[in-house]
């Protein structure tokens, strides 16, 4: 089974900095999505970025970015610039893409980011 | 975008009584829908996935009896929480997927307090 784990369970950043949170996962199968969604205090879940494994080239939307490294089973998320309405909880999600292969979403913990102005 | 709506976004009730909660994809047919269950603090735990037209696949640990998922329509799907208890109170919620595009689309949650 599929496991994803956040380390940092709280991150806080000065406004107009970047900031890094951190996900690692386990898989067996080479094929997959990756995610970062954002909650904010609205609770409503919010699609950040999506990475699809096979390519190489790490996704960026604006200010954020991630750092694939698809063998060490790592996958960060950089905000850059950060601004008062990133502050939110963060959750890394795998996904499988294999045929066949169940649609569900496998959450980590996520990180709770707090961003000081 | 795709949006998916839940209703109610609260209610209160009694221990002992059951609630059903809606999800609905607004602007797009669903063909798989998603039903979480999230606690203070902590992530979101998938409880079942429902596909149109058949029955749902519940995850380990899940009490198919007392979470009952009807997924109707390629554009609802409900959730009954039967015979509630204080301990069922939580945040519900649910996302869709087309299977078009490679994104679940998750509806705003629900509050459910069980007194």
């Known amino acids: 089974a599929q496991t994803v784990t956040q380390s940092q369970p709280e991150m806080s950043v000065q406004e107009a900095e970047t900031v890094t949170l951190s996900c690692t996962y386990d898989t067996s199968e080479s094929d997959y999505y990756l995610f970062w969604y954002k909650q904010p205090p609205s609770r409503q879940m919010i699609l950040v970025i999506r990475?699809?494994?096979?390519?190489?080239q790490n996704a960026t939307e604006n200010r954020f970015s991630v750092n694939f490294q698809k063998a060490a089973k790592s996958f960060s998320l950089k905000i850059s610039d950060s601004q008062l309405g990133d502050a939110a909880m963060y959750f890394c999600a795998y996904r499988s893409r294999n045929l066949g292969g169940s649609e569900k979403l496998v959450f980590g913990k996520g990180t709770k980011l707090t961003v000081n102005p | 975008g795709a949006v998916v709506s839940q209703h109610p976004s609260w209610v209160i009730c009694k221990s002992g009584t059951s609630v059903k909660i809606e999800c609905r994809s607004l602007d797009f047919q669903a063909t798989t829908m998603f039903w979480y269950r999230q606690f203070p603090k902590q992530s979101l735990m998938l409880m079942a996935t429902?596909?149109?037209?058949?029955?749902?696949?519940?995850e380990q640990g899940v009490e198919k009896d007392k979470f009952l998922i009807n997924h109707a329509s390629l554009t609802l799907s409900t959730l009954t929480v039967t015979s509630a208890h204080p301990e069922d109170s939580s945040f519900y919620i649910c996302?869709?997927?087309?299977?078009?595009?490679?994104?679940?689309?998750f509806g705003p949650g629900t509050r459910l307090t069980v007194l």
């Open positions: 429902s596909n149109e037209g058949s029955k749902a696949t519940y």
């Open positions: 990475q699809e494994a096979y390519k190489q």
């Open positions: 996302s869709a997927s087309s299977g078009l595009v490679n994104e679940q689309f």
